[in-house]
């Protein structure tokens, strides 16, 4: 069992920053499929990125890429998402995942509770 814990979320203006953290334990996240994901109100469960199991290869949604930055601590066993340049469409609670092949909005094997970003215009 893996267990993941996101923080960092919170209210910032439009343009502004913040960076989330993705806690795992239980078990290591070397190995693991891994992903950020939001869900803003009324809304599906949408993928944000994924970096590829056992790999460096990050894929980022098109309404982010270029502004939101994923990377991973392995002595900490976090992951991080940076993101900069937000907009009120970024607001959504946001959510890390973790699985053993790929990580999906609805079929990941491990998910966090999710953390609030809110972006004021």
């Known amino acids: 069992q893996v267990q993941l814990v996101e923080s960092g979320g919170g209210l910032v203006q439009a343009g502004g920053s913040l960076r989330l953290s993705c806690e795992a334990s239980g078990r290591t996240l070397s190995g693991y499929d891994l992903g950020w994901f939001r869900q803003a109100p009324g809304k599906e469960r949408q993928y944000v990125v994924r970096i590829r199991k056992n790999s460096d290869t990050t894929y980022y949604a098109n309404s982010v890429k270029g502004r939101f930055t994923v990377s991973a601590d392995n002595a900490k066993n976090t992951m991080y998402l940076q993101m900069n340049s937000l907009k009120p469409e970024d607001t959504a609670v946001y959510y890390c995942?973790?699985?053993?092949?790929?990580?999906?909005?609805?079929?990941?094997?491990?998910w966090g509770s999710g953390t609030q970003v809110t972006v004021s215009s």
């Open positions: 995942a973790a699985d053993q092949h790929i990580v999906t909005s609805q079929r990941s094997d491990y």
